[in-house]
């Protein structure tokens, strides 16, 4: 009996030990900007400085081609291609979010051409970077057409 008695507490032990420990529910969400916010804020600028890093001016004078010519000035653009990528991500989560199709393919769309502009920069390539562009261009006028311009505004176009 003595040896049951000893068995008994063992067992409830291993019983707690082995269960699953119970998680703490994760942080909550608390977003700070609305869309509208997150382009005018973070978005664009960055995009900005990913558009406006490699380019040529044509002039009377000659021609000037731009690109960045120092670490600093390709970490700027590498900061703003991570920028763009995480803020399709952000796009994507609570209620920013709008529904599972197209909003979320261009997001996705974002995160992607991010990547790659990350990629470039990280490379020091100008050629890349001059050709992501298009790809950041893409990627947010597809976007704005379907969720930003208004009926107006197609008429202009």
Avoid at 5 to 28: K, N, Q
Avoid at 33 to 62: K, S, Y
Avoid at 110 to 115: K, P, Y
Wanted: hydrophobic share 45%; charged share 20%; proline share 7%.
């Amino acid at each position: 009996m003595g040896m049951i008695r000893g068995f008994l507490p063992l067992c409830a032990i291993l019983l707690v030990a082995c269960e699953t420990p119970s998680t703490a529910p994760p942080p909550p969400f608390t977003p700070v900007g609305d869309v509208q916010q997150l382009m005018e804020m973070v978005i664009d600028p960055a995009a900005d400085i990913v558009w406006e890093a490699v380019g040529t001016i044509v002039t009377f004078d000659g021609t000037e081609e731009i690109f960045p010519r120092s670490d600093e000035e390709w970490s700027t653009v590498r900061n703003s291609a991570m920028v763009l990528a995480e803020s399709g991500n952000l796009l994507m989560v609570g209620d920013r979010a709008k529904g599972e199709g197209p909003w979320m393919i261009m997001s996705q769309a974002l995160v992607e051409a991010g990547m790659v502009a990350l990629e470039a920069a990280e490379a020091q390539d100008p050629e890349a970077i001059f050709g992501v562009g298009e790809q950041i261009y893409n990627a947010c006028e597809t976007c704005h057409i379907l969720y930003w311009y208004t009926e107006e505004d197609a008429v202009i176009r």
